[in-house]
């Protein structure tokens, strides 16, 4: 017996209905972003691993998903090479692409290679999957998709409130209550000046941004195990669990940050920030624990938690002033958000937002009697799509038992009934699959019961 086929843990299919409400999703981001005028592009799903190495730590990398060479991928490896080397230096040796972690490394890749075609600032956005290599678990997926905004060429901090009134927008329009969480990294850099531990600000930072997942005492254990000592630890905590309301939290660290110049300068960014979204409909607040832990941000960062539904970040982002400085073009410094569209979609599922209206479902079935009367159908099956009206002819001759029972179990709210009787008058029969009552129409009359 052949083994029942499967797809990848961490991968999924996804039916009509689902694919009419992902639609609905990304329809919905896209026409945002064009309001805002950003432009869409696409990149490639592999880059090569020259372009996606070390631009996201060192776990970062480890999640990776790697190509293997074509053909002879062993060609130039030893046992020497196997036995010796790392597992990341033999990846190297046997893989020159790998598939795309994030859509922002490679935008910084593509505003290098473009540069000339461009005009700054630079607003796009693209919406596209990308693939880690993770342990997939509840909201975490090994294939997502994506759907960034991001400007470059532009230092302005409007770009940041401008990003934050998308967010605010797009849950707006999905019915969806939400958290804006925001910090700045400068202010991350500047705490760990003042703890004495600068050297190890991405130590500091991949742990505190764990606070949510693993708890204080699981995150106090890892900075110690990356040798932070007790001193520096100890005076991290009061920081770490901060309350109050924005601006006594901003009062706090402008206080504790008066000797660092980086962490002041990430205050007065954030106030400026905060200052602009006032009106903000969305929650709010200002998160010192917050990291994100992608080496490549700079300056202010968010994300974005659902209020009514337990599961991760649903939207992140922040600002990134030395990413396309790796692909040779120093000094352009670029901001963007990222909406996890499946994330989203498992948050619109749980809470039931998607409106009725959510569909590709067919509206008008017409059964078919035989070849004369698909004959009679098919140019008022052609006048129906030109109306806008969603309908299909049942292919095959069968049984109308057969045809009825199609329409039921797709949920077809109306099926069309041609016979001789309507051959000869000109009309269509309309039955309404949910009452049952039915009435012999022109067709145009047919046309303008949708």
Known sequence: MAQKPSIPKGTRDFGPVEMARRNYIFDTIRSVYALYGFQQIETPAMENLSTLMGKYGEEGDKLLFKILNSGDFMRDV???????????RLATRLCEKGLRYDLTVPFARYVVQHREELTLPFRRFQIQPVWRADRPQKGRYREFYQCDADVVGSDS????????????????????RVCIKINNRKILTGIAEMIGQADKIVDITVAIDKLDKIGLENVNAELRENGLPEEAI???????????????????????LKDSETGLKGVEEVEFVLSQLSSLRSQLELDLTLARGLNYYTGCIFEVKALDVE??????????????GIFGMPG????????????IYDVLNQLNLYPETVTTQTQLLFINFGEREAAYCMPILAKARQAGIRCEIYPDQVKMKKQMQYANTKQIPFVALVGE????????????METGEQQMLTPEELLSQF
């Open 234 to 256: 100890e005076k991290l905590q009061p920081i770490i669990q901060l309350s109050g309301t924005n601006e006594e939290k901003m009062a706090t660290m402008r206080e504790v």
């Open 311 to 324: 599961i991760g970040s649903i939207t992140g982002g922040g600002r990134y002033d030395n990413l396309t």
């Open 332 to 343: 352009l410094s670029g901001v963007g958000i990222s909406f996890g569209a499946d994330r």
């Open 157 to 176: 901090l409007l770009n940041e409130v401008e990003l934050m009134q998308i967010v605010d927008t797009v849950f707006q329009r999905f019915g969806i």
């Open 421 to 432: 009787n309507e051959m000869n008058e000109g009309k269509v029969t309309l039955k309404n």
């Open 78 to 88: 030893t046992e020497e090479n196997i036995r010796e080397d790392s597992t990341n």
